[in-house]
């Protein structure tokens, strides 16, 4: 791709966030996608959510592995470092970052093949090991950039394009992630800003794994009938759990429904996640139960999406490492180097 | 007994231990060397312990050597203390004739399980133990200090030297203090009442160890990864690099803690696999943390595809590479130099790597420090190439040193400040002319600086470009940045023969004690070599004037296919002929023998016929 400047003349009466900046502040360049393909209006859902958290775009690393999804960092918050890193890695080289600097928000994307398929071991690695992350999955159920294979998240028995069959189970990568402990869990669809944009707010302001696995149909090459990840097949089968609102600061809380069926969940940094039950069985602070909903609703070709579970109280990889408050790559050798004074006695217990 | 008479040596000899795994005799062998130490005797051990044989069978090596010879001898042992009887018979066949066997004499043995050639020493080490502790651990345990009593008497070492050890290892624990010294003088009164004390080979108190010290190359890597600021590593286990990453661990646990907090200024990562290692690596570099892996070959070759994008998108990385036999599995308890080729090409396109040699301990300390400066200077992957030799055994090096002036060479980083002034930002342009360009940290600036980075094709404002051109202009300027890196490595070390010569060595690496050793031996044949010790890559100029001023290059390496050669060949133009090779690789580390006997024979050739007319 060539590339674009955008004009910077802005409208004067255009709206501003709390930081004084214009949603144009949190694009990045000109999406080089299939036109309507969906992993776009996720770029676009996570431009919305931190325009509306009001984040520093420069303090947010975007680190992806390869693929159609993996290039999207390059379309969003232009003013953030990103790192395109190698097929399915994404996570050790998030994981490394956020070693390096504790104070960054670190927005991990990847797709279906890099995460279910090539980087499977990493993602359940990055996952267990509680690495403070929002970890967004642009699932299509194929290689959309290596032109249409079959990924490990196809299911059984949908058809490719070219009319093959998928014969292998797939991989539910939410189920994983409830698996292995991450303590953010979330499904959600491209095609559903409104679901989706909260979702994402509340991933970057949980402290610990934050998964997320949005269904972004690739118009290219699954998007056909016999495709169980088809813009059709998921608005028809799409079981949306609850509903939910982030709030920040001292938002009041507007209840446009029962009371009753909403929850307010506090999270480490003070930010409340509004649930608003849709499903009046479905608790998201139960990691078996979710399990065991996820499992039936799959096997009743259901797709359930939502907040699916969250653990306010999670704690990150830096905290079981003890590591200083100061970002590592802020050290210097006076605070790194012990000296002389203390080799000398080091040699002394080697003679 | 024997036709052959016993062996008498004083302060030059080899001992060899044959135990079984697990049985706490480490800890004693160990004592044995740092008390032959102490009477101002230099020792050069060596652990070999097979991965995969039955009977668990480790052996500990010990050469005396006042001369201070610290390669293997090789050649036979003068003293076994054999006390592994899954190994017994292949133990006593490599004893040397005339030498010497100490066994435990509890149980008889056939007449026919020892040699009449050799000196056989009966201890009855399981009687006296059990006649004097009924714990089974205890008895395990004391075991190995009894026969390092006998030892003692048998080989004429001062028991107080050995007392004063024994003392410092268990300070303030008076229990196990004083009953290890008890354990040592029943061995040691039994030998004396009962044996012929002292044998033919004996330590006799010098003054050759000075302030040298006695340690591992992986502790001392691990050392100078503390020194160096790296803060964050992240490893997978394998032998035999693994105790580099615990000596690490155990290192900042003691001095990288905050002393008000108790906090942790360092990360460490067992990760899944050497994928992820390199990974956290080079996700934390790229954010300006000094991190490094630890590894050996099978690891390398695995993480060979970050390899190519830390070089390629320019993200510093330090991987520590203990190097062992391959290729595959191969022999991976057992030493060779032979990732030199896998790892300065190491990856996918054009790509090259920058090397450190270390000889010993003292410069694995150096080199692991020098390699965080190197890496953030050169934006790009920084190898050390350890390997088991000197990774796994201690060596008698110089001390550890630091100048505490010193400060880090962070390398050509933009700050928020550089770019508030309105500084030119192009994470790869060549600003310098050296090839180097300026990076920018994550989060530096709100509106300044960030830029994308990607392993795929960009211009020098890092936007994605697949222009012939830029792309070319890009790996031209690696390769230039490559050229600046020669002068920023350790340079080549020369030592000239005594009297003027036209041949030459070039050697590196764990080589160096034998290779030192082997200079004496060639000297006593009449033969004069110019030396040269390389110690990085790319290489220094001096290495070709080096090999310009000669008329042959013995190049001498721990591998089948030459691979230091290869490079010299393939970076210098240099004309083959003129490089001999001498190599070594059954996994057993080179010996001076060796290498004074491969470069000998040459050399008579040579008297014969003079190469340069056979060739010309
Ligand atoms: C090591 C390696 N193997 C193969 C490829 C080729 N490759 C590039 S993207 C891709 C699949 C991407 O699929 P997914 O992550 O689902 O992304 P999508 O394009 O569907 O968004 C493959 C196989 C590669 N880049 N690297
Ligand atoms: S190929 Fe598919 S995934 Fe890739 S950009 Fe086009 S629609 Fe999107
Ligand atoms: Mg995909």
């Given at each position: 791709?060539?590339?674009?400047?955008?004009?910077?003349?802005?409208?004067?009466?255009?709206?501003?966030?709390?930081?004084?900046?214009?949603?144009?502040?949190?694009?990045?360049?000109?999406?080089?996608?299939?036109?309507?393909?969906?992993?776009?209006?996720?770029?676009?859902?996570?431009?919305?959510?931190?325009?509306?958290?009001?984040?520093?775009?420069?303090?947010?690393?975007?680190?992806?592995?390869?693929?159609?999804?993996?290039?999207?960092?390059?379309?969003?918050?232009?003013?953030?470092?990103?790192?395109?890193?190698?097929?399915?890695?994404?996570?050790?080289?998030?994981?490394?970052?956020?070693?390096?600097?504790?104070?960054?928000?670190?927005?991990?994307?990847?797709?279906?093949?890099?995460?279910?398929?090539?980087?499977?071991?990493?993602?359940?690695?990055?996952?267990?090991?509680?690495?403070?992350?929002?970890?967004?999955?642009?699932?299509?159920?194929?290689?959309?950039?290596?032109?249409?294979?079959?990924?490990?998240?196809?299911?059984?028995?949908?058809?490719?394009?070219?009319?093959?069959?998928?014969?292998?189970?797939?991989?539910?990568?939410?189920?994983?992630?409830?698996?292995?402990?991450?303590?953010?869990?979330?499904?959600?669809?491209?095609?559903?800003?409104?679901?989706?944009?909260?979702?994402?707010?509340?991933?970057?302001?949980?402290?610990?794994?934050?998964?997320?696995?949005?269904?972004?149909?690739?118009?290219?090459?699954?998007?056909?009938?016999?495709?169980?990840?088809?813009?059709?097949?998921?608005?028809?089968?799409?079981?949306?759990?609850?509903?939910?609102?982030?709030?920040?600061?001292?938002?009041?809380?507007?209840?446009?429904?029962?009371?009753?069926?909403?929850?307010?969940?506090?999270?480490?940094?003070?930010?409340?996640?509004?649930?608003?039950?849709?499903?009046?069985?479905?608790?998201?602070?139960?990691?078996?139960?979710?399990?065991?909903?996820?499992?039936?609703?799959?096997a009743q070709g259901q797709i359930v999406t939502g907040l699916l579970y969250v653990d306010p109280e999670a704690d990150d990889l830096h905290s079981h490492l003890n590591t200083v408050e100061r970002p590592l790559n802020r050290l210097g050798a006076a605070d790194l180097c012990p000296g002389q004074s203390v080799l000398d006695k080091i040699n002394a217990s080697l003679r | 007994m024997s036709q052959q008479a016993p062996l008498s040596s004083v302060n030059d000899f080899v001992v060899r231990f044959a135990n079984v795994n697990g049985s706490g005799s480490a800890s004693a062998n160990e004592l044995f060397a740092r008390a032959v130490l102490r009477h101002g005797v230099p020792v050069s051990p060596r652990n070999i312990f097979p991965s995969n044989i039955q009977g668990l069978p480790t052996w500990y090596e010990v050469r005396?050597?006042?001369?201070?010879?610290?390669?293997?001898?090789?050649?036979?042992?003068?003293?076994?203390?054999?006390?592994?009887?899954?190994?017994?018979?292949?133990?006593?066949?490599?004893?040397?004739?005339?030498?010497?066997?100490?066994?435990?004499?509890?149980?008889?043995?056939?007449?026919?399980?020892?040699?009449?050639?050799?000196?056989?020493?009966?201890?009855?080490?399981?009687?006296?133990?059990?006649?004097?502790?009924?714990?089974?651990?205890?008895?395990?345990l004391f075991k190995n200090i009894i026969y390092l009593g006998a030892l003692s008497a048998l080989l004429d070492m001062d028991p107080k030297l050995i007392e004063q050890l024994i003392g410092e290892q268990y300070k303030g624990k008076e229990k196990l203090l004083s009953s290890n010294v008890h354990a040592l003088h029943l061995g040691r009164d039994w030998a004396l009442q009962n044996l012929k004390c002292p044998i033919g080979l004996r330590i006799r108190k010098a003054d050759k160890v000075g302030d040298r010290i006695f340690i591992e190359g992986n502790n001392a890597a691990a050392l100078g990864a503390v020194y160096g600021g790296a803060t964050v590593c992240a490893w997978y286990p394998i032998t035999p690099s693994s105790s580099l990453a615990e000596a690490f661990t155990n290192h900042c646990k003691k001095l990288r803690h905050d002393p008000d907090t108790g906090r942790a200024k360092y990360a460490i990562v067992q990760a899944e696999d050497e994928l992820a290692s390199i990974g956290m690596v080079v996700g934390a570099s790229w954010n300006g943390a000094r991190a490094f892996t630890t590894t050996s070959g099978p690891g390398v070759s695995l993480m060979t595809e970050f390899i190519g994008l830390s070089y390629f998108a320019e993200i510093p990385a330090v991987i520590m590479n203990v190097q062992r036999a391959g290729p595959s599995t191969g022999m991976p308890t057992r030493t060779q130099q032979c990732d030199l080729i896998a790892c300065a090409y190491a990856s996918h396109g054009d790509t090259k790597h920058v090397l450190l040699f270390p000889e010993d301990p003292a410069e694995a300390f150096e080199f692991a420090a020098a390699a965080f400066d190197l890496a953030e200077r050169l934006q790009t992957t920084i190898f050390l190439m350890l390997d088991l030799d000197i990774g796994m055994n201690q060596r008698l090096c110089r001390p550890l040193k630091w100048d505490d002036a010193k400060q880090y060479d962070r390398g050509k980083v933009m700050t928020a400040d550089m770019l508030e002034e309105g500084r030119d930002f192009g994470r790869y342009l060549d600003v310098d002319g050296d090839g180097i360009p300026f990076r920018t940290y994550p989060g530096t600036h709100p509106t300044k600086g960030s830029y994308f980075t990607r392993g795929t094709s960009r211009d020098r404002y890092a936007r994605y470009s697949e222009e012939g051109a830029v792309y070319a202009d890009n790996v031209q300027r690696l390769l230039r940045k490559f050229q600046t890196a020669q002068d920023m490595v350790p340079r080549p070390l020369q030592a000239n023969a005594a009297k003027p010569t036209k041949y030459g060595v070039i050697y590196f690496g764990s080589t160096a004690p034998a290779m030192d050793e082997a200079i004496g031996l060639l000297e006593a044949r009449g033969h004069q070599l110019d030396r040269l010790r390389i110690r990085a890559f790319p290489f220094h100029s001096s290495v070709a004037s080096f090999i310009a001023e000669h008329d042959f290059v013995y190049v001498v390496e721990q591998n089948r296919d030459a691979q230091l050669r290869q490079l010299i060949v393939n970076e210098n133009g240099i004309d083959p002929v003129r490089l001999v090779p001498i190599l070594h690789y059954d996994g057993t580390p080179i010996t001076a023998q060796f290498i004074a006997a491969s470069i000998g024979t040459h050399q008579d050739q040579i008297k014969v016929t003079p190469l340069r007319k056979a060739v010309s």
């Open positions: 791709m060539t590339y674009i400047a955008k004009p910077k003349f802005q409208h004067p009466g255009i709206k501003k966030n709390a930081l004084g900046y214009s949603h144009r502040d949190y694009e990045g360049k000109i999406s080089t996608l299939c036109a309507g393909c969906g992993h776009d209006s996720i770029t676009a859902s996570i431009i919305e959510a931190c325009f509306e958290l009001s984040i520093e775009p420069h303090r947010v690393a975007k680190i992806s592995g390869i693929g159609c999804s993996s290039k999207t960092p390059d379309y969003f918050l232009g003013n953030s470092h990103g790192f395109n890193t190698v097929h399915g890695r994404m996570p050790s080289v998030l994981t490394g970052a956020n070693l390096a600097n504790r104070e960054l928000i670190y927005l991990g994307v990847s797709g279906d093949g890099d995460s279910a398929s090539i980087g499977f071991g990493q993602f359940a690695h990055a996952i267990r090991r509680g690495v403070n992350m929002t970890y967004i999955v642009e699932n299509n159920g194929v290689y959309g950039l290596t032109k249409g294979q079959f990924s490990a998240t196809a299911d059984r028995g949908s058809k490719s394009k070219k009319g093959v069959t998928n014969t292998d189970n797939p991989i539910d990568l939410v189920g994983i992630a409830l698996q292995l402990g991450a303590t953010y869990v979330a499904r959600s669809f491209s095609g559903d800003k409104k679901q989706l944009v909260p979702i994402i707010e509340g991933a970057i302001r949980h402290k610990g794994a934050a998964f997320i696995d949005v269904i972004s149909p690739c118009i290219a090459f699954n998007n056909h009938a016999g495709s169980t990840k088809s813009f059709d097949y998921v608005r028809e089968h799409n079981d949306a759990v609850n509903r939910l609102d982030v709030l920040t600061g001292r938002d009041p809380i507007e209840i446009d429904q029962d009371p009753g069926t909403v929850q307010i969940v506090e999270q480490h940094d003070g930010s409340r996640l509004a649930l608003r039950k849709i499903d009046a069985d479905y608790d998201p602070h139960d990691r078996l139960g979710a399990m065991t909903f996820l499992q039936k609703h799959a | 005396v050597t006042e001369a201070g010879h610290l390669g293997a001898r090789g050649g036979g042992t003068d003293l076994m203390v054999a006390m592994n009887p899954q190994t017994w018979d292949n133990d006593v066949a490599g004893i040397v004739p005339g030498g010497y066997l100490f066994y435990d004499s509890t149980k008889p043995m056939p007449s026919s399980k020892f040699r009449d050639d050799v000196t056989v020493i009966g201890v009855p080490l399981t009687a006296i133990t059990n006649s004097t502790y009924s714990d089974p651990r205890q008895r395990q």
